[in-house]
């Protein structure tokens, strides 16, 4: 059975930082996007950024030249480097991948930043 497990939420002030990290486990024969997914009390889920296997990226308009994304293949890992953080970024952050075809979500870190 596959699994996304993340880590590295917590209450950070504004301006800070933070660095999430989510493992993939289990029976792995690929993995292709890999991404973060962020929901606020009374928002919609929204993507925050998307890396390829290849290395390719995206952003929400939102967290650009904030947030970067990262992988580690070898380790099936994705992380999210957070600067700047602002109390808008506040959020539950969902890890999403597509592991052998499928797409599997994790369970979710809050992220709190304080005024």
């Known amino acids: 059975q596959v699994q996304l497990v993340e880590s590295g939420g917590g209450l950070v002030q504004a301006g800070g930082s933070l660095r999430l990290s989510c493992a993939a486990s289990?029976?792995?024969?690929?993995?292709?996007?890999m991404g973060w997914y962020r929901q606020a009390p009374g928002k919609q889920r929204e993507l925050v950024a998307l890396?390829?296997?290849?290395?390719?990226?995206n952003y929400a308009d939102s967290v650009k030249g904030r947030f970067t994304i990262s992988r580690d293949n070898a380790k099936n890992t994705v992380y999210l480097q957070m600067n700047s953080l602002k109390p808008e970024d506040t959020a539950v952050y969902y890890c999403?991948?597509?592991?052998?075809?499928?797409?599997?979500g994790g369970q979710g870190t809050q992220v709190t930043v304080s005024s």
């Open positions: 289990g029976s792995i024969f690929s993995i292709n996007f």
């Open positions: 999403n991948a597509v592991i052998n075809g499928l797409p599997t």
């Open positions: 890396i390829t296997s290849g290395g390719r990226t």
